[in-house]
């Protein structure tokens, strides 16, 4: 996801319209050109699987967002170190009782088929989020209005200080600038048009998605010709591909052989902490998970670091809340040992026996199959049968939506500031609740924190929320994985994010 909504990321994740072109279909934009260079210059990047659809306003699929960082811009941008900095915004202003933001954009930022980028863009793709109540809706919780004064100018008013406002405009692509003809045409789905590095050539269903260069981009000119998205479910074969030179660029390596490919001098394979959350789901909608003495039993039958092991090698840290043990926000709080024992009394306690649970997890992101195989050997332990049952990705997201799963696995992928952790996923009637989780008791602290300007302050308040959260099992938490990417040793200029964000626009590729 997000990135969050993925990002939301989240790599967060949850339930989007679902749009696309019919298996087979190629969708050619520019007539199969190639931008404003010589060829030879194009990297194929391998992910691990097809986006839903490329509306960025309306996808919260990672693979979606993996291409879309390419193709669009937000008002401002995290940097490497997650620090918000100028984007299509050069520089903003705030009113002493910081509810008027004013932002003044970039001169002369044009749409990828040349029309300028102006002001009235920016509130318009922002009412259209609000006002559809799209994915990242939430983000706007606390904006009163978007004006736009003059074509050079941007002002948001708010009802309440948002400490995490610049995070909420531009954390993550699902608050991209979008062009209303672009969106009324519906062309947007499969067509974006962007003010990106990169602009959307040919999308053809099932194989891949070629972007070109934008020769109208604000900043510095991408080295690249373009980039060829190419889609491969199974690691070792996305692997091999790189190793092959059939592709430049992956993030979709066997997670057991990352020490080996660490050492391979014809390769660079990089980790880094991510910002992502990996979790288990129970909903609540359905007996017996709305008793909390159920979910906590669960809680306690699991092993966290024997599931980490089976489903990262190394390559991620157990953990019993959402935000990594390296950030600033990290809260200490693991009430969950490996207790089978405790689990058997709090499922009697219940009268809870012989329970059969459904476990929904997707092809489309392997870790998944491979933690719920040990989590249903887990389980079986005190008592419950889990039938595993695997779906594609537009599935999986189209039954969570529905709310037809007695629980299910994913992650959260980007996150950056806190709320983006928990709001939508734990608030009562949050975006991405599905598993229909509610305390009162949690909704005043997480709309409490989303003002708190005091830094100290807001973190006490999202450790008392973490704690409750946790403590209700709303999410039994599993581990954060790092991010691994591996790349030819022709590819220069890359660097690897911890909130998964793939640029490519400062990329050169040797010959």
Not at 88 to 105: H, N
Not at 149 to 157: I, L
Not at 280 to 309: G, H, M, S
Request: aromatic share 10%; net charge negative.
């Amino acid at each position: 996801m997000t990135r969050s909504t993925i990002v939301a990321a989240a790599l967060a994740v949850a339930l989007t319209a679902l749009a696309g072109c019919d298996a087979g279909e190629s969708v050619d934009v520019d007539g199969g050109s190639t931008a404003g260079g010589s060829t030879g210059s194009t990297l194929t990047a391998a992910i691990g699987g097809e986006p839903d659809q490329l509306d960025p306003h309306k996808t919260s699929a990672y693979y979606s967002f993996q291409v879309l960082e390419n193709v669009y811009d937000t008002l401002v941008e995290p940097d490497a170190d997650l620090k918000m900095g100028p984007a299509l915004a050069t520089r903003w202003t705030t009113s002493s009782d910081q509810l008027t933001w004013t932002f003044t954009l970039r001169e002369g930022a044009r749409f990828s088929d040349g029309s300028p980028l102006t002001a009235p863009d920016v509130v318009y793709s922002y009412q259209r989020i609000i006002n559809e109540k799209l994915n990242a809706a939430y983000k706007f919780a606390t904006v009163k209005t978007v004006t736009a004064p003059d074509p050079a100018t941007v002002v948001v008013t708010l009802t309440a200080p948002t400490p995490n406002l610049l995070a909420n405009l531009g954390g993550f692509k699902g608050v991209a600038i979008v062009q209303k003809a672009n969106v009324e045409s519906g062309a947007i789905k499969t067509r974006p048009v962007g003010s990106g590095p990169f602009t959307l050539a040919s999308y053809t269903s099932g194989d891949t998605i070629r972007l070109t260069r934008n020769d109208a981009y604000w900043g510095p000119k991408p080295k690249l010709d373009g980039v060829t998205f190419t889609f491969v479910k199974d690691p070792t074969v996305a692997w091999q591909n790189l190793r092959g030179g059939e592709v430049q660029w992956t993030d979709n390596l066997p997670p057991q052989q990352v020490p080996t490919l660490k050492e391979d001098g014809a390769l660079t394979v990089a980790t880094t902490p991510s910002t992502d959350y990996w979790y288990l789901a129970l909903n609540e909608a359905r007996k017996p998970y709305d008793d909390v003495n159920v979910r906590r039993a669960v809680a306690f039958a699991l092993d966290r670091e024997a599931i980490t092991k089976a489903a990262k090698f190394g390559q991620a840290t157990a953990n019993q809340t959402a935000i990594p043990r390296g950030s600033s926000w990290y809260f200490d709080y693991a009430p969950y040992r490996h207790d089978p024992e405790q689990a058997r009394q709090l499922l009697g306690g219940a009268g809870v026996s012989g329970r059969t649970m459904d476990l929904m997890v997707t092809s489309e992101y392997p870790e998944t199959v491979t933690a719920a195989q040990v989590i249903a050997a887990q389980l079986k332990d005190v008592g419950i049968t889990v039938k595993i049952r695997t779906l594609d990705f537009a599935q999986w997201l189209d039954e969570q939506g529905k709310g037809n799963f007695d629980a299910f696995l994913l992650g959260w992928l980007g996150n950056i500031d806190p709320d983006e952790f928990y709001y939508a996923q734990h608030r009562t009637g949050g975006t991405f609740n599905f598993h229909k989780y509610s305390n009162p008791t949690v909704d005043t602290l997480l709309d409490q924190a989303r003002t708190q300007t005091d830094e100290a302050a807001r973190k006490q308040t999202y450790e008392r929320a973490a704690k409750q959260i946790v403590d209700d099992a709303s999410y039994v938490y599993l581990y954060n994985p790092d991010v691994v990417q591996g790349w030819s040793r022709k590819v220069t200029g890359y660097q690897v994010r911890s909130d998964r964000a793939i640029r490519f626009r400062d990329v050169a590729l040797n010959r």
